[in-house]
T-cell receptor, first 111, second 117 residues
Framework: LAKTTQPISMDSYEGQEVNITCSHNNIATNDYITWYQQFPSQGPRFIIQ???TKVTNEVASLFIPADRKSSTLSLPRVSLSDTAVYYC????????????FGSGTRLLVRP | DAGVTQSPTHLIKTRGQQVTLRCSPKSGHDTVSWYQQALGQGPQFIFQ???????QRGNFPDRFSGHQFPNYSSELNVNALLLGDSALYLCASSLAISPRGTNEKLFFGSGTQLSVL
């Protein structure tokens, strides 16, 4: 089974850039890497998705090295509202539909 | 355009009872996945439905079953409830555009909080 590893928690301050790294083995050749954000008592919300190199949208950037065994979510200039749990999601290399959430990284943004 | 809606939002049951949770996918989506999220943990994949059939299943016992209707809505049934079934149950919808699930962007509902006493 594919397994992902993320830091359990991270602290930051408003206005800083935050980088969260996810390690993943057995990622399938055709699979994408997706990051989700979750606030308490809500379902996860899609942030960004990528296959390789770098992807950027209006809220984040995603960096994926050539071997694709890890990925880094970059949040520029975080605010208090970015306090949430961030999950790295990859397909299971053995069973493509069995999507595996990582343990999640609890990001706390302080004033 | 309504997103993913789940009902009920909260539910309290006792051990041994049965429960049915409901999910309406985002408009235009044809695939529904169910997840169980225990307190402080990441969501765990239960199963996925596409074209009214279970396409894949996670490591959950047969007490967990589901159904998808022709309008793509879905139900999750759990029989013989255990205390350990207490969790947030999340429904996610997506478009099944490829056999590789990770390429799909999942849209989650707010979940049903199930408490088993």
């Amino acid at each position: 089974l594919a397994k992902t590893t993320q830091p359990i928690s991270m602290d930051s301050y408003e206005g800083q850039e935050v980088n969260i790294t996810c390690s993943h083995n057995n990622i399938a050749t055709n699979d994408y890497i997706t990051w989700y954000q979750q606030f308490p008592s809500q379902g996860p919300r899609f942030i960004i998705q990528g296959y390789k190199t770098k992807v950027t949208n209006e809220v984040a950037s995603l960096f994926i090295p050539a071997d694709r065994k890890s990925s880094t979510l970059s949040l520029p200039r975080v605010s208090l509202s970015d306090t949430a749990v961030y999950y790295c999601l990859v397909g299971d290399g053995d069973s493509s539909y069995k999507l595996i959430f990582g343990s999640g990284t609890r990001l706390l943004v302080r004033p | 355009d309504a997103g993913v809606t789940q009902s009920p939002t909260h539910l309290i049951k006792t051990r041994g009872q049965q429960v049915t949770l409901r999910c309406s996918p985002k408009s235009g989506h044809d695939t529904v996945s169910w997840y169980q999220q225990a307190l402080g943990q990441g969501p765990q994949f239960i199963f996925q439905y596409y074209e009214e059939e279970e396409r894949q299943r996670g490591n959950f016992p047969d007490r967990f079953s589901g159904h998808q209707f022709p309008n793509y809505s879905s139900e999750l049934n759990v029989n013989a409830l255990l205390l350990g079934d207490s969790a947030l149950y999340l429904c996610a919808s997506s478009l099944a555009i490829s056999p590789r699930g990770t390429n799909e962007k999942l849209f989650f509902g707010s979940g049903t909080q199930l408490s088993v006493l």
